[in-house]
């Protein structure tokens, strides 16, 4: 029998189901939708993820003062109880400018900016916010930063009482939109907005006009230095010099008194996806023992239906259908049980985890957007679909089997 | 081409039943049917003449003894190359109509065509060609539950004939008719015989054994002389 009439005759055998053919179809629509989205849900998180770490910028080093246990030298978590001797980092003796000097002679090391960063009061039109300022060494800020501009500059050299803000901030802080060129009071200082990032809440300024403003800041002192590297690859090892090199010039002998602490983003960036692709993995699980059970039902659907069409079968093989034939059909029946419910499971998938991203972005109200996007791609579609159609042929291959071997009196006789 | 299309040879067929005794159902059959014959093979019920044509017909193979199909031993034939024959030298009617029952009377029709791979446009012209024949040019689209049981007879009739098939195999097939409608299937089966077809009626009702050139009295498994 040809290929495509024994395609006509599975088709003709599945639109003629009972509810428990559709019922199985339910099952497997169930299962590849739980895959899909949570394939399509993890991918689109790990995406966003990369996105925003990737906008954190790999190669940026930050050295921050005081100890902290989870960054500590050589990286890691440090083993054992604190000692009373640790406590003395939690003192977070200020960076200063020799240490930007230090660093500046590294190798690896491209830029170096120290910058001072507290809370301030902003007023504009009449109304007060309380902001994060950050002041930054406007000379090497453009290079070393990944934040970027939507208007305006970024700060010069000749900048003195101007602000670039984060276009968050500008948007939606205050009632009204703060435009390029407007004026601002912070901590009752006026400043002229002279840049619009494209993200970010903070507000940017001169470093000499920021210890100014802030308090608790001491001349000379920075709340961290940022390091840009020229080698992500060597990271971690100049990671290493940074602290060796700190720990000599801060007169700093013993590892257990270091005051500083170096965090290395790459290295975060690569638990993080260690964590996600691990969450995936877990769900995934779970997703395909729901596949399973699909299977297994179209398993028992088809068991039950050979059964129903014993005396059918016996009718095809008296009229001259050979085994292979029937062999044939109820393999595609079954394949065609599984890429039903495949399609299904896909439409449901799709439009689960676009409800999920849609959740997920305004539930958190454009904060965080780890759930925001999804990434449906033709590969995970195309993917889903024929994983669909193979389960279906597996599950009904030993009924197909046992359909095809059927003794065509026996069949024949068979109510 | 020889004379004679079926020739069985000695014999049996017999089913285990487990613990107690095999059931022997045929005992040294030796038959043989001429191309052109209309043989009525009749006897009691359990006698053992269904399980004698569904091994005429290559649906079963005989516990011992040969069946010859035109000179060729189907005893010792394979699987795939008996459901060939059923498919093209012989045609099946059933007492139970047996056509497919989510398939129309013209796709019934059609399929021992398209089993044996033949072309669906020629397969579709040779079934409307047929129920025409067999006064079902208005039915040929209907479904077997939306026919009466005389028109479900004559599609099953339309189907066995698709192939052109040498040998007609009838069992029982106006069991479940009334009598206006048997008279046209035998008729019908009578009119075949005239064109050259042999006919193998299979029937315990002594009025239509009266259609068959050649009655075959099987009792207890044995042909009776």
Redesign the interface.
Known sequence: MKLKKCFNLAWNILIHSKLRSWLTIIGIIIGIAAVVSIISISQGAQQQLEDRLGSLGADILTVSPGFSKASGPMGGFREGPMDSDSDSSDEQKNLTVKDVLVLKNLDNVKYVMGQVSGKGEMTYLSKTASVSVTGVDESVWKDITYDELASGRFLVQSDFFSVVLGGRLVETTFENKIPLNGKITIEGKSFKVVGILADGNGVYMPLDIARTVLEDVGEEEFSSISVKIEDVEIANETVGLIEKKLMFSRGILNEKNVDFSVSNPSEMQATIQETTQTMSLFLGAIAAISLLVGAIGIANTMFTSVLEKTKEIGIMKAIGAKNKDVLLIFLLNSGMIGLVGGLGGIILGVFGSTLIGYWGSTLSGGESRMFGSTALTPELLIGALLFSLIIGMIAGAIPAYRASKLNPVDALRYQ | MKNDIIRIENVWKKYDMGSVEPLVVLKEINLTIKRGEFVAITGPSGSGKSTMV?IV?A??KPSWGSVYLDDENISKMS??SL??L???TIG?I?QQF??????SALENVM??M????QDEKKSRETAEKLLTKLGLGDRINHKPNELSGGQQQRVAIA?SLA?DPEVIIADEPTGNLDSKTGKFIMDFLGELNSNGKTVILITHDLDLVKYAKRIVYIKDGRIEK
């Open positions: 569904n017909g649906l079963d699987e795939s459901a060939f059923r498919g093209k099946f059933f047996n056509l497919l029952p989510n398939l399929l021992p398209e089993i044996i791979d189907r192939n």
